[in-house]
């Protein structure tokens, strides 16, 4: 069994950069290779924002964010970054860290291919 634990979000003024993090522990490979973030507006659906493989060889980035977006990842530390630039109203609402077996990274993101999920952590910018 994976937990995940997520860090970072808050309140920040629109045009700031904002840092996520996600801990996992303990790691397996076989079923946490994909890892990356949901997030979910009030009222809307969940969707897939970014999501990175174990050897970081495959990153995917939703349209909505890529350019302003990056993900990465420390394996030692088996921890997950989201470096957020430039946030608008349109990035409002709660992130989930998440983990999965490695076709998860594969577009098209399936939430129902990750089998662990955060807490979730809330972003919210304010103009």
């Known amino acids: 069994q994976v937990r995940l634990v997520e860090s970072g979000g808050g309140s920040v003024l629109a045009g700031n950069p904002l840092n996520l993090s996600c801990k996992a522990s303990?790691?397996?490979?076989?079923?946490?290779?994909?890892m990356g973030w949901f997030r979910q507006a009030p009222g809307k659906e969940r969707e897939g924002v970014a999501f990175?493989?174990?050897?970081?060889?495959?990153?995917y980035y939703a349209d909505s964010v890529k350019g302003r977006f990056t993900i990465s990842k420390n394996n030692d530390k088996r921890t997950v970054y989201l470096e957020i630039n430039g946030l608008t109203p349109e990035d409002i609402g709660m992130y989930y860290c998440?983990?999965?077996?490695?076709?998860?990274?594969?577009?098209?993101?399936?939430?129902?291919?990750?089998?662990?999920w955060g807490q979730g952590t809330q972003v919210t910018v304010s103009s």
């Open positions: 303990p790691y397996d490979a076989a079923s946490a290779d994909c």
């Open positions: 990175i493989s174990y050897g970081g060889g495959i990153r």
């Open positions: 998440t983990a999965g077996p490695p076709k998860a990274c594969y577009a098209p993101i399936r939430d129902s291919d990750f089998g662990y």
